[in-house]
């Protein structure tokens, strides 16, 4: 079975030159530095951070430009994300990975493309996240630069201490322009660094706004998740390990149907590259083993029969590596919980000699998991409703046992129905 892994790593490898090549082309609108606006299309990706640069054509027929923060002044996908130029002034502390030496205070001045969340009048409302963290900045009339909101997170004297200072520069707005308003003050101070709740406190302070961010168009027909149901072969193998008397002779592969349900929910509908996918499904292993052995005067032999029922819960990371509406050929990762019951853990054995005798052990390997982790990886088609996938997962202990145990392995060929896609 490892061989078969290989193969699978390799097939990844290859795949993986297909998809740095394929294009996600959305209508867009891009603004020079001189103010010309062109019509075209932005190849639209998984941004996990904001963009510096973007490919740019005005025909889907020909060959992108790529421009950067220093051509462009601002750019459009057309009905789900705007990015527009700023130099502003960023914030360095990691407040991820909370400071115990004190305040971090350290920040640089960049020129960055800004993703507008809220725009009015007097506030705007934007945001920029880079490999450190996301940040929110808020643009007021009658000023040039936007202004970070800041929130530090340190520790002082083995407390945790959280400053929240946008709650002040959010509150000074709410008295400049809503004055008298008693319930945004209120909202105000319990207001979380959310992106979503403090869009919504610029909402209030303008009185009245045009939102930004919209739903994204989907590549899903218009639905955020897709369920499937489907079924498989498992080509399952447990193999015993260490000092036990099987350990090597029962290493064959066993046949089995399998069952499965899931929900895919991708990271960005409109691009549909990163996949999150929640499956469950349902599997049975078995193996036997045969020893005879001869000691002159007697002879003995042992039969071992072992059979697993399995239920296992896999959160995935789907890669789509071709990325069509009706055609994704796609690539995954993840990690499996699996909850396993034992109907059959036997070993039988007979002696022969002048006097015959048997026993029989129903309770042979100890210490099994009930609940037990595995990892997986995965690679398949999906056509229209139709997915095909083969999922490889490597060997795992499902024994608590140091010296003597059983590991669990299989690879699966699966057929998904999508019920909602």
Same mark, same amino acid.
């Given at each position: 079975? *490892? ?9 990844? $490898? ?22 010309? *606006? ?66 971090? *205070? ?67 707005? @709410? ?26 406190? $610029? ?51 066993? +046949? ?62 789907? +890669? ?12 995954? @990762? ?25 026993? *029989? ?14 990892? $997986? ?40 129905? +999508?019920?909602?896609?």
């Amino acid at each position: 079975m *490892t061989g078969k892994f290989t193969c699978l790593v390799l097939l990844f $490898c290859l795949l993986s030159l297909f998809s740095s090549a394929q294009k996600n082309l959305k209508d867009a609108v891009v603004v020079f530095n001189n103010a010309d *606006t062109t019509r075209g299309f932005i190849d639209y990706k998984e941004w996990l951070t904001n963009p510096a640069s973007v490919l740019f054509t005005t025909d889907k027929n020909k060959a992108g430009t790529r421009y950067t923060v220093a051509e462009l002044n601002y750019f459009e996908v057309t009905g789900m994300v705007s990015y527009q130029r700023h130099t502003v002034r960023v914030s360095l502390s990691d407040d991820g990975l909370v400071n115990t030496s004190g305040k971090d *205070t350290s920040t640089e001045i960049r020129t960055v493309f800004l993703k507008i969340v809220e725009e009015g009048h007097p506030l705007s409302l934007f945001s920029y996240k880079d490999d450190i963290k996301q940040r929110l900045y808020v643009l007021e009339k009658n000023h040039a630069t936007p202004v970070e909101l800041l929130n530090s997170i340190y520790m002082v004297d083995g407390e945790l201490k959280e400053e929240k200072q946008y709650r002040s520069d959010l509150a000074t707005w @709410a008295v400049k322009y809503r004055a008298g308003d008693n319930l945004i003050g209120s909202q105000i101070n319990s207001v979380g660094y959310y992106t979503n709740d403090i869009a919504g406190i $610029c909402r209030q302070i303008n009185g009245s706004t045009r939102q930004v961010v919209k739903p994204a168009q989907t590549l899903y027909d218009g639905s955020a998740f897709r369920v499937f149901v489907g079924g498989g072969i498992n080509s399952g193998a447990l193999r015993l390990e260490g000092n036990d008397r099987f350990a090597g002779k029962n290493s064959h592969s066993f +046949y089995s149907p399998l069952a499965d349900i899931g929900l895919d929910i991708p990271l960005n509908p409109a691009v549909g590259k990163f996949i999150f996918r929640a499956q469950l499904h349902i599997a049975w292993y078995k193996t036997d083993a045969y020893i005879f052995q001869d000691y002159g005067q007697y002879t003995e032999e042992y039969f071992f029969t072992f059979k697993q029922q399995n239920i296992q819960v896999a959160p995935q990371i789907l +890669y789509n590596i071709y990325n069509k509406k009706e055609f994704k050929w796609f690539a995954g @990762a993840g990690a499996a919980l699996n909850f396993s019951s034992y109907p059959t853990n036997k070993m039988y054995v007979i002696r022969k000699s002048s006097s015959n005798s048997d026993a *029989t052990n129903n309770n042979y390997i100890n210490y099994l998991r009930t609940a037990w982790l595995n990892f $997986c990886f995965s690679t398949g088609v999906s056509v229209r409703r139709l997915e095909l996938s083969m999922a490889y997962y490597p060997k795992a202990s499902i024994t608590q046992s140091a010296g003597a145990g059983i590991d669990n392995s299989s690879l699966q060929l699966r057929l998904n129905f +999508y019920l909602k896609k």
